[in-house]
C-alpha cells in the first residue's frame, strides 16, 4: 500500500511540474503583449461580443496594424507570431 501511494505522489507532482512549466514562445508572446499592447486596452477588448477579430488572419493583420500604429513596436517576425500565438492561445482559440 505505501509503495501505491508513493507511485501515485510521485506521479500527481511530475504532472503538476509538468503543467508549472510555460511554452516558452507564450511567455515571451505574453511579456511582448503586457509591455505593448496593454498600453491602449485591456483584455476585454478580445473577449467582447462584438469584437472584430474572427480568424487567425484578422488575428495577424490586427497585431500588425498595431504594431506600426498606437504600439509602435519594433518586433521581429517571430516575436510579432508569438504575440500572435499567446493571443490565440489565450482567448481567440482559431
Not at 515571451?28 to 469584437?51: A, F, M, Q, S, W
Request: proline share 2%.
Amino acid at each position: 500500500m505505501k509503495k501505491i501511494i508513493a507511485i501515485l505522489s510521485l506521479t500527481l507532482a511530475s504532472s503538476s511540474l509538468a503543467f508549472a512549466k510555460q511554452d516558452p514562445v507564450l511567455a515571451h508572446g505574453k511579456k511582448l503583449h503586457n509591455e505593448r499592447c496593454t498600453k491602449c486596452h485591456t483584455d476585454e477588448v478580445y473577449t467582447r461580443k462584438d469584437r472584430q477579430v474572427k480568424t487567425l488572419r484578422a488575428l495577424s493583420n490586427q497585431v500588425n496594424n498595431c504594431m506600426k500604429g498606437a504600439a509602435k513596436a519594433q518586433w521581429t517576425p517571430s516575436e510579432t507570431n508569438s504575440v500572435i500565438e499567446y493571443l490565440n492561445t489565450n482567448y481567440y482559440k482559431f
